[in-house]
């Protein structure tokens, strides 16, 4: 079965009947991996956006990147219209001042918080205040970066996956300025681009998957470099065990699926046994003191060929559209909606 354009959300509230999203226009700042998928779901959304390149060589790929997403989603049949007819919805500008008719803006530039500090200054300094301003920091507490602004409570982080216009996942993430109200709006208004969202109402470091994530790096790196396994046995091993059920359910489901009591039990022994390391890894920290940074310098935890590097990017992008299919027949409310069918 085909997939329609953009999802209807799960359970669609009042507030969002009354928004309609081609009167709603999304600034972008920063035109990297994320940025450029990022305006691509909100341009599959039927917003306008302003999509902002803080650097000339954002513009060299940033056109081609996401009328590349473009033409791949009318492919898979995520899009209704034209790419031409979505591409009209899009400026790319280096002028920060086209901001200025946004209601929300997303910046995501480096990991750096004097380089989103320098275009928070540019980006506040056009918008109006009723505008929310927004980072897609993967790590940096919120808290920390809305203090850098003129307005705090209007400022949230919004974590994407990557790619953003296929993936379900957005975490809202409130400061400890933010006006909650605010982040309720936000966290509605991402049904729909297509998110099953979660909003976090406290701030704390890593958000919600980053922490969870973190702690299996953490463990997966311990298990290599005290040689219980290899990279490719660990790897194996979670592609198969939880990579099997990760898109069904969450960590807390799967516990109630397969007996609580037995976590119970486990946890008792294993929980003092797991590594909590504070330093990085010398596993990985090797890797990146010799300039390894995966498949985009073919060089990471494996070595690549140029051409094993390039198919491996493909096959993601092709997985990812596959998944997605998958995973809009399995939405959080998949046994009310069996229910109700029922009745
Ligand atoms: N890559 C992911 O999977 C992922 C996932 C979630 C969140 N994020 C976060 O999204 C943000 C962007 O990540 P990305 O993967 O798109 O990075 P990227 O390296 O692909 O792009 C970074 C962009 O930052 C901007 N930039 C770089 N130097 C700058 C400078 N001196 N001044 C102003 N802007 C500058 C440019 O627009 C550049 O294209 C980061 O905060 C990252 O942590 C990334």
């Given at each position: 079965m085909i997939s329609q354009a953009v999802e209807p959300p799960t359970n669609p509230s009042p507030m969002l009947k009354k928004i309609e999203p081609t009167e709603i226009t999304i600034g972008v700042v920063g035109l990297g991996l994320m940025g450029c998928s990022i305006t691509t779901c909100l341009l599959?959304?039927?917003?306008?956006?302003?999509?902002?390149?803080?650097?000339?060589?954002?513009?060299?790929?940033?056109?081609?990147?996401i009328s590349g997403h473009l033409?791949?989603?009318?492919?898979?049949?995520?899009?209704?219209?034209?790419?031409?007819?979505?591409r009209k919805s899009l400026t790319i500008t280096e002028n920060y001042e086209q901001l200025a008719a946004c209601t929300l803006v997303i910046e995501c530039t480096l990991e750096d918080v004097s380089i989103k500090k320098q275009v928070y200054d540019k980006i506040e300094s056009v918008i109006s205040s009723d505008c929310l301003l927004t980072s897609n920091t993967s790590a940096i507490p919120i808290s920390i970066l809305q203090s850098l602004t003129k307005l705090p409570t209007r400022f949230f982080g919004l974590h994407w996956a990557e790619p953003s216009h296929t993936t379900r996942f957005l975490e809202v993430i409130c400061g400890s300025q933010s006006d909650v109200a605010k982040g309720e709006f936000l966290y509605e208004l991402s049904h729909l681009w297509g998110k099953e969202p979660t909003l976090v109402r406290k701030d704390i470091r890593g958000f919600i998957t980053n922490r969870l994530m973190y702690a299996m790096y953490r463990e997966a790196c311990y298990l290599v470099e005290n040689d219980y396994a290899t990279v490719e046995d660990v790897d194996r091993a979670c592609r198969n065990n939880p990579g099997y059920w990760m898109t069904l359910v969450g960590v807390f489901r799967w516990m109630d699926l397969t007996g609580v009591d037995a976590y119970h039990k486990v946890m008792k022994d294993l929980l003092p046994d797991l590594c909590n390391n504070q330093n990085i890894p010398k596993l990985i920290d090797d890797i990146v003191k010799q300039g390894g940074r995966g498949v985009s310098n073919s060089k990471g935890f494996y070595n690549y060929t140029p051409e094993e590097a390039r198919l491996w990017e493909e096959t993601f992008r092709e997985f990812s559209y596959e998944i997605r299919e998958l995973a809009l027949k399995y939405p959080a409310d998949v046994v009310s909606k069996k229910l109700s069918e029922k009745k």
């Open positions: 599959m959304a039927n917003h306008k956006v302003v999509a902002v390149a803080p650097l000339p060589s954002d513009l060299l790929h940033a056109e081609k990147r033409t791949k989603s009318k492919e898979e049949g995520l899009i209704e219209f034209s790419v031409d007819h979505y």
